[in-house]
């Protein structure tokens, strides 16, 4: 597989940057309408939109760091791919625990008044920004691997079921708020999304530390 040129290589830079750029917003313009409809999967969204931001961050500093870094050091580079992997991990964990609590604590505390179109109007965005930003993270690892954007693939991946999984569940808050199914969809609108987080975080610390163990 060729190496990267240094267009290439700044173009995945840029492409991290922009997707940081564009969730920066996210915690507050999830928090607004969490805090007016009450929703469990738009708390949640909060959450998790928050903890995905700092692991955004982190990966993009380190990708930056490593790609203007003199050191050719092998070690060095392993070293900090695994702080970028182990970031995402931490994001998706605290997010799926988040999201998990608050789903199972809906279920017996239900209270929303359907005030959820702008959550709503956001989530669609959501998928659509997430599958695109997933959709080039992944011919990215196509054209040439790297353990950080590797990362970011698979954080964007789940970010993206994660929106439509958020849309299906305020789409009923919205239409039926006060319908008794409304809330166990809501509940587990989150507990779904809570397990996929876990299970993606896990693999990413199982092959991180594959690798970890592969190295000589």
Same mark, same amino acid.
């Given at each position: 597989?060729? !190496?990267?040129?240094? *267009?290439?290589?700044?173009?995945?830079?840029? /492409? &991290? %940057? &922009?997707?940081?750029?564009?969730?920066?917003?996210?915690?507050?313009?999830?928090?607004?309408?969490?805090?007016?409809?009450?929703? +469990?999967?738009?708390? =949640?969204?909060?959450?998790?939109?928050?903890?995905?931001?700092?692991?955004?961050?982190?990966?993009?500093?380190?990708?930056?760091?490593?790609?203007?870094?003199?050191?050719?050091?092998?070690?060095?580079?392993?070293?900090?791919?695994?702080?970028?992997?182990?970031? /995402?991990?931490?994001? &998706? &964990?605290?997010?799926?625990? !988040?999201?998990?609590?608050?789903?199972?604590?809906? #279920?017996?505390?239900?209270? +929303?008044?359907?005030?959820? /179109?702008?959550?709503?109007?956001? +989530?669609?965005?959501?998928?659509?920004?997430?599958?695109?930003?997933?959709?080039? *993270?992944?011919?990215?690892?196509?054209?040439?691997?790297?353990?950080?954007?590797?990362?970011?693939?698979? %954080? *964007?991946?789940?970010? =993206?079921?994660?929106?439509?999984? /958020?849309?299906? !569940? %305020?789409?009923?808050?919205?239409?039926?708020?006060?319908?008794?199914?409304?809330?166990?969809?809501? !509940?587990?609108?989150?507990?779904?999304? =809570?397990?996929?987080?876990? #299970?993606?975080?896990?693999?990413?610390?199982?092959?991180?530390?594959?690798?970890?163990?592969?190295?000589?």
């Amino acid at each position: 597989m060729k !190496a990267l040129n240094e *267009y290439e290589s700044s173009n995945r830079e840029k /492409v &991290m %940057l &922009m997707s940081l750029v564009l969730s920066a917003p996210g915690p507050i313009v999830t928090g607004i309408p969490a805090v007016l409809s009450h929703s +469990a999967t738009q708390i =949640a969204d909060f959450l998790r939109r928050t903890s995905e931001l700092v692991a955004l961050f982190v990966s993009w500093w380190i990708y930056r760091k490593l790609k203007h870094s003199v050191k050719s050091d092998d070690t060095y580079r392993n070293h900090m791919e695994r702080i970028a992997n182990l970031t /995402v991990f931490g994001a &998706m &964990m605290c997010s799926g625990i !988040a999201m998990f609590i608050v789903g199972v604590f809906r #279920f017996f505390i239900y209270k +929303a008044n359907g005030n959820v /179109v702008l959550g709503l109007i956001i +989530a669609i965005l959501g998928v659509i920004t997430n599958l695109w930003f997933w959709w080039r *993270y992944r011919n990215m690892i196509r054209e040439k691997y790297n353990s950080v954007i590797a990362g970011q693939e698979k %954080l *964007y991946r789940a970010k =993206a079921s994660v929106d439509i999984c /958020v849309v299906s !569940a %305020l789409t009923s808050v919205s239409i039926a708020p006060n319908h008794p199914v409304t809330q166990y969809i809501d !509940a587990l609108g989150c507990i779904i999304v =809570a397990f996929y987080l876990l #299970f993606n975080g896990i693999d990413i610390l199982r092959k991180n530390k594959v690798a970890e163990n592969n190295e000589p």
